[in-house]
């Protein structure tokens, strides 16, 4: 009897373990690039986020690349609070393809348009990287239905053929604050646009791709996402139509 009930407290014991949830960027210390990232930058990330007045346990964040200028914006905020700070600005250290949206696999292209990330891969044969949701409903109504392409990610190294690379160093602060972020049950969003879109430099896109009267329409459906976000640092909402246009509510 005493054997028994030893062995009914080791099961109970053992199901408690399995039903506790595992916190997401703890289980992502299981890998050695991660660990690493911590170890080497885990200081600069803090730093980047006590310097703006922004928790370091409790934040989320949110992403903006531009093609033509090859930047990436890493913004965060405090949970619970509206304004967005920048963090800081990465350049790409690889670009591939033009201007405008990914349609199909194997073009080379960087997608433009509203996304969010939705997977990490501490193992990645680019040190560290994050996907983001391409194709996404938009993409879906324009993109080769047989063959979109996927697998569009955020990474290390200085290789691209449609993602977006900005070298091992940092992809390690990115990463790691993309981790924690995650571990805050944020959706991650990521905003990927032709170039930073102010009035001066939408006139050229108008200008230098006057005869795509298809691609004009597209970037006249990302613009009010910038500028609504440019003009008050708030993350704007946006939807996707029956069409596949972008609205901004």
């Not at 080791?10 to 373990?17: A, E």
């Not at 965060?76 to 800081?88: R, V």
């Not at 939408?202 to 009267?213: G, I, P, V």
Request: charged content about 25%; some cysteine; aromatic content about 14%.
């Amino acid at each position: 009897m005493k054997k028994l009930s030893i062995l009914v407290s080791c099961l109970l014991f053992l199901m408690s373990i399995s039903s506790t949830p595992i916190d997401f960027f703890q289980a992502q210390l299981r890998f050695p690039r991660v660990r690493e990232a911590l170890k080497t930058k885990g200081k600069t990330v803090d730093e980047m986020l006590s310097s703006k007045g922004i928790s370091t346990t409790n934040f989320e964040v949110f992403f903006r690349a531009f093609k033509k200028e090859q930047k990436f914006e890493m913004w965060a905020k405090n949970k619970g609070e509206s304004t967005f700070k920048l963090l800081k600005i990465y350049d790409f250290c690889a670009t591939t393809g033009i201007l405008g949206p990914k349609r199909r696999s194997g073009d080379r292209q960087m997608p433009e348009g509203f996304y969010t990330v939705d997977a990490f891969n501490p193992t990645s044969n680019y040190y560290l990287s994050f996907r983001v949701n391409y194709p996404n409903a938009s993409d879906k109504k324009f993109a080769d239905p047989l063959n979109p392409g996927d697998n569009i990610f955020i990474h290390g190294s200085c290789i691209s053929i449609g993602c977006i690379p900005v070298g091992d160093e940092n992809i390690k602060e990115i990463y790691l604050l993309t981790a924690r972020a995650k571990a805050g049950e944020q959706d991650i969003p990521v905003h990927i646009f032709p170039n930073k879109m102010t009035d001066e430099n939408y006139a050229f896109l108008k200008t230098e791709f006057a005869s795509n009267a298809t691609l004009l329409e597209f970037w006249s459906w990302l613009k009010p996402g910038f500028d609504a976000f440019e003009k008050t640092n708030l993350l704007p909402t946006v939807s996707v139509d029956e069409s596949g246009k972008y609205l901004l509510k």
